[in-house]
């Protein structure tokens, strides 16, 4: 019984892995707490990435109550650096790594772009395919203290993702 509480536990929260920014430095994910969390899951080959990267890059400026982070699944650092070069932008928000996606064995991802919304304690709230406008207007048009997630989980967007381990993403 207490096995099964901790793996469920475990799968409800920011998973805790090593993982490299693009300066080459290592940092653990889920030592970005006390802050909401939108992370945005990506790769070089999905559809629909290069607007929403932009738009996450001027959503980082104007939120800084927000960690923004991007996370490259199935690219290295310099297949990232190309990408950004490609879509014009300096990113102002934080990217990690993520070569052989080890975010799937705690989050199945079923889209690409997707993105993960998690509150300050790193507790995850939802999933949603891409980037949905919705979204990015709820949390552009919130100031620091008025972001509610559970009003950004009620809006009846589809809901893609339970924390639950799954198959092995498929790269390529």
């Known amino acids: 019984m207490i096995l099964l509480f901790v793996s469920c536990t475990q799968r409800e929260v920011i998973p805790p892995l090593s993982l490299e920014t693009l300066d080459g430095s290592r940092v653990y994910l889920n030592q970005f707490k006390g802050k909401k969390i939108v992370l945005y899951v990506w790769s070089r080959t999905c559809v629909g990435h290069s607007e929403q990267l ?3 890059n001027e959503l980082s400026e104007k939120r800084k109550d927000l960690y923004i982070i991007s996370y490259a699944v199935a690219m290295v650092q310099e297949d990232v650096v190309k990408s950004y070069k490609d879509i014009g932008i300096s990113p ?13 064995e705690y989050y199945r991802i079923v889209f690409l772009p ?10 995850f709230i939802k999933a ?4 949905p406008e919705a979204i990015l207007s709820k949390l552009n048009s919130s100031s620091s203290n008025s972001l509610l997630l559970s009003s950004i989980v009620s809006s009846g967007l589809t809901f893609i993702s339970l924390p639950t381990k799954s198959w092995a993403f498929v790269k390529g």
Do not use: A, H, M
Request: net charge positive; glycine share 6%; no cysteine.
């Open 54 to 56: 932009k738009l996450l």
């Open 128 to 131: 949603y395919p891409g980037l």
């Open 92 to 104: 102002k928000f934080l990217t990690v790594l993520d070569p052989e996606v080890k975010f799937n």
């Open 114 to 123: 997707s993105t993960y919304l998690f509150d300050e304690r790193g507790r």
